[in-house]
């Protein structure tokens, strides 16, 4: 069976202790060399994962011919120059999210794309590819809940780590960058549209300048949906997609355990029933299904267009709080 050969971009902790752990199971994915700024921390990484190349630059692993695809794992203001350095160097890529800083930075990312109509590309949001998530969305699109008119969503952990990338402003730290992203797109992509405005709360840390309890409230065509995320809560995560006939509860909506069954609740009128899902690794689908789309040459699931609407309306949720009022979503 073909595999598409793929290069890791960094060690950052996401790709060593999350991502490629699950590529091992993977049928169309296999890593075939990981880099890092540090020669000797590509080369620990390699060993221990059973790596066969370490390389002690990103353009040493851009130059590598037998390497397919490259995974985006570093920080936020990094994304989009490594992406197109990657479609440059001729490699597919499965980029972290958030795509970018901006929308500026997604569009220039999108129009870059265009000029490589060949290579594949696409945002990392993993949870779209768990089962769990599959099966809600199946449920709301056959109207099992009636119609779509409420989302609720939850997202948070602690952290005030100043070293943590995700503590840094400057580099597109902060909670809704890094966690309220997820909020967004789940909204997207259970109501199959664009939201028509928005408006947020953002409370920051007078040290660290990053938002850490952000609430936002997202106004669609047929429904609204609401969420709060934070990086200074106690852990927690929680969605729920209500509609005028029942509900759907997600327990563990965003980090499915890899080892344990997944569960999601089902109520309506006074029936409740949970419904679980065999053992999966959102990760390890993610990448087989990125690498099939190439080995087929189909489009990927999510195009960039995605990445670049989601970046809109977090960019009005920051407009939003600055301004006090609504903010409809600048389209193009």
């Given at each position: 069976m073909?595999?598409?050969?793929?290069?890791?971009?960094?060690t950052?902790?996401?790709?060593?202790?999350?991502?490629?752990?699950?590529?091992?199971?993977?049928?169309?994915?296999?890593?075939?060399?990981?880099?890092?700024?540090?020669?000797?921390?590509?080369?620990?990484?390699?060993?221990?994962?059973?790596i066969?190349?370490a390389?002690?630059?990103?353009?040493?692993?851009?130059?590598?011919?037998?390497?397919?695809?490259?995974?985006?794992?570093?920080?936020?203001?990094?994304?989009?120059?490594?992406?197109?350095?990657?479609?440059?160097?001729?490699?597919?890529?499965?980029?972290?999210?958030?795509?970018?800083?901006?929308?500026?930075?997604?569009?220039?990312?999108?129009?870059?794309?265009?000029?490589?109509?060949?290579l594949?590309?696409?945002?990392?949001?993993?949870?779209?590819f768990h089962?769990?998530?599959?099966?809600?969305?199946?449920?709301?699109?056959?109207?099992?809940?009636?119609?779509?008119?409420?989302?609720?969503?939850?997202?948070?952990?602690?952290?005030?780590?100043?070293?943590?990338?995700?503590?840094?402003?400057?580099?597109?730290?902060?909670?809704?960058?890094?966690?309220?992203?997820?909020?967004?797109?789940l909204?997207?992509?259970?109501?199959?549209?664009?939201?028509?405005?928005?408006?947020?709360?953002?409370?920051?840390d007078?040290?660290?300048?990053?938002?850490?309890?952000?609430?936002?409230?997202?106004?669609?065509?047929?429904?609204?949906s609401?969420?709060t995320?934070?990086?200074?809560?106690?852990?927690?995560?929680?969605?729920?997609?209500?509609?005028d006939?029942?509900?759907?509860?997600?327990e563990?909506?965003?980090?499915?355990?890899?080892?344990?069954?997944?569960?999601?609740?089902?109520?309506?009128?006074?029936e409740?029933?949970?419904?679980?899902?065999?053992i999966?690794?959102?990760?390890?689908?993610?990448?087989?299904?990125?690498?099939?789309?190439?080995?087929?040459?189909?489009?990927?699931?999510?195009?960039?267009?995605?990445?670049?609407?989601?970046?809109?309306?977090?960019?009005?949720m920051?407009?939003?709080?600055?301004?006090?009022?609504?903010?409809?979503?600048?389209?193009?």
């Amino acid at each position: 069976m073909k595999k598409i050969k793929w290069g890791i971009l960094s060690t950052a902790k996401i790709a060593t202790d999350r991502v490629l752990p699950a590529l091992v199971d993977c049928k169309f994915t296999q890593v075939d060399a990981i880099c890092s700024r540090d020669l000797a921390q590509a080369q620990k990484v390699a060993r221990l994962l059973n790596i066969e190349k370490a390389y002690g630059s990103y353009e040493e692993l851009l130059n590598d011919k037998d390497i397919d695809a490259i995974y985006i794992p570093l920080p936020n203001h990094l994304h989009v120059e490594w992406s197109i350095k990657c479609l440059k160097a001729g490699k597919h890529v499965l980029c972290e999210k958030p795509i970018g800083l901006s929308s500026k930075e997604a569009e220039t990312l999108l129009e870059t794309s265009k000029k490589y109509p060949h290579l594949k590309i696409m945002e990392a949001f993993m949870y779209r590819f768990h089962p769990q998530w599959i099966h809600a969305k199946e449920l709301v699109n056959q109207k099992w809940i009636g119609d779509l008119k409420v989302i609720q969503s939850f997202f948070s952990y602690y952290n005030v780590d100043p070293q943590n990338i995700r503590n840094k402003a400057e580099i597109g730290g902060g909670g809704l960058m890094d966690i309220g992203c997820y909020c967004i797109s789940l909204s997207r992509f259970l109501f199959d549209a664009e939201p028509l405005q928005v408006v947020s709360t953002i409370n920051y840390d007078p040290v660290l300048k990053t938002d850490v309890i952000s609430t936002g409230m997202m106004q669609f065509e047929n429904g609204v949906s609401s969420f709060t995320c934070s990086t200074q809560l106690v852990p927690y995560q929680r969605v729920n997609i209500i509609g005028d006939l029942g509900r759907i509860e997600i327990e563990i909506p965003f980090n499915a355990k890899p080892l344990e069954p997944a569960k999601i609740s089902l109520y309506k009128a006074d029936e409740q029933k949970d419904i679980f899902f065999d053992i999966s690794n959102q990760y390890t689908l993610q990448f087989d299904t990125f690498s099939k789309a190439i080995l087929e040459d189909k489009n990927v699931p999510t195009p960039l267009e995605d990445a670049l609407n989601n970046m809109r309306v977090m960019e009005a949720m920051f407009a939003s709080d600055k301004d006090r009022c609504w903010k409809h979503i600048n389209k193009a």
